[in-house]
């Protein structure tokens, strides 16, 4: 089965410095990989994802990630964080194909990151 | 953000109690899904629906029962709840065939 695998429950990082959120991966075949953002009280929100192509692969709000084939990872990056960054991060892979169309998303438990100022 | 909208945000019910949750996608997709967050765990896919249809049913109890009127909109019927289904219920859409799913705020229930 398709899954991810965040081993970090909560990343700290101070405001201005550089933030990695790390993922893993186990899948059969070519991975399609994606990372979601929440912010307290909200549902998630789409950042990035990987399908083919270029290893690093640039979102939304500064944020990129970085496929690696060999360590199976696709870790979140952002160069300089914001406090405002602070927010529930989740990977997620495409999996089963669902009846009818579409897919099933695996996602990760989430890692909490927390930027202070 | 307001692509996809829940209701009601927050939400408090006995176990012999019977609500809703309501969903709405304004994004013209025809692919509905409802997930289960519980604190520090995966999220869990519970019932998709394609075109009005229920695709997906991923072994969830019957005191949850879907409806899905039209594409637009997709509900939540709960009854018999219990204590532990107490969590955040998420509602997403997607266009037919594409795998990127769009999120709503989501629902925090609380079953006492």
């Known amino acids: 089965a398709q899954s991810v695998a965040q081993p970090e429950d909560q990343v700290n990082v101070a405001e201005g410095n550089p933030l990695t959120v790390k993922c893993t991966y186990s899948v059969s075949g070519n991975p399609y990989l994606f990372w979601y953002v929440q912010y307290p009280n909200r549902g998630l929100q789409f950042l990035l994802k990987?399908?083919?192509?270029?290893?690093l692969v640039k979102g939304s709000y500064g944020f990129e990630a970085e496929f690696n084939k060999s360590q199976t990872s696709f870790h979140l990056k952002k160069p300089s964080a914001l406090v405002s960054d602070s927010a529930l991060y989740f990977c997620a892979v495409r999996g089963n194909t669902l009846k009818g169309s579409g897919y099933a998303l695996n996602f990760g438990k989430g890692t909490s990151l927390l930027v202070t100022p | 953000e307001t692509g996809v909208t829940q209701t009601p945000r927050h939400l408090v019910m006995g176990m012999t109690n019977k609500k809703s949750l309501k969903c709405e996608q304004h994004?013209?997709?025809?692919?509905m899904y409802w997930y289960k967050q519980s604190a520090k765990k995966p999220l869990e896919l519970m019932f998709v629906?394609?075109?009005?249809?229920?695709?997906e049913n991923n072994s969830v109890p019957s005191r949850f029962s879907p409806e899905c009127p039209n594409s637009s909109h997709l509900f939540l019927h709960l009854h018999t709840l219990q204590p532990e289904d107490s969590a955040l219920y998420l509602c997403a859409s997607s266009d037919t065939g594409k795998d990127t799913q769009y999120f709503g705020p989501g629902t925090r229930l609380t079953v006492l």
């Open positions: 990987y399908i083919t192509g270029d290893n």
């Open positions: 994004l013209g997709h025809n692919a």
């Open positions: 629906y394609n075109f009005k249809e229920q695709t």
